[in-house]
């Protein structure tokens, strides 16, 4: 009963829900968003094991995350940056969208099980 409690208010507090469906397209073209503006630090897959900043969070373990795993959270530290060595991006994107279809390719590299379910796309 506890845990459940904490994770209800932990959603709570994370204020910002994702608006945009957890979709392959959404997905997809949250990739190209990532190729262009996170590959260098966090490496093509993900993983960190390749690249410029030694540092870098390896994004397919959520358990490596720091800064909070719900999607609000993950789009504040997009936006924002955290600590020294991740930039703030919030002003890289052309709108929200990008911001929430990064996020949303994020989680899709996380373990199976920890993955939201897969929406339909969206009606065009
Ligand atoms: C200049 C290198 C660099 C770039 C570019 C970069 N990151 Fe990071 N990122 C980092 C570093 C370093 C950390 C670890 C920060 C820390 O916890 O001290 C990090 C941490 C993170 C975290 C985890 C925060 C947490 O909760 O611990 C997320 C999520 C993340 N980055 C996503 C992204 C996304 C998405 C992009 C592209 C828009 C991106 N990063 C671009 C270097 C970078």
């Known amino acids: 009963m506890f ?9 709570a ?16 073209q949250g990739r190209n968003v990532y190729i ?9 897959d993900g993983k960190a094991t390749v690249d410029v900043v030694a540092d870098a969070t390896d994004l397919t373990n959520p358990k490596a995350y720091t800064g909070g795993t719900s999607d609000g959270e993950i789009a504040r530290n997009i936006r924002n940056g955290r600590n020294a060595s991740m930039p703030a991006f919030g002003s890289q994107f052309k709108n ?5 279809n990064l996020v949303n390719f994020i989680r899709s590299l996380w373990p199976e099980s920890t ?8 009606k065009e």
């Open 13 to 28: 507090a994370e204020g910002q829900n994702n608006p945009v469906p957890y979709s392959k397209k959404s997905i997809g």
């Open 3 to 11: 845990p459940v409690l904490l994770a209800v208010a932990a959603l």
């Open 96 to 100: 929200e969208q990008e911001l929430w």
């Open 36 to 44: 262009r503006h996170c590959a260098g630090c966090h490496g093509n």
């Open 115 to 122: 993955r939201p379910s897969l929406q339909p796309d969206p």
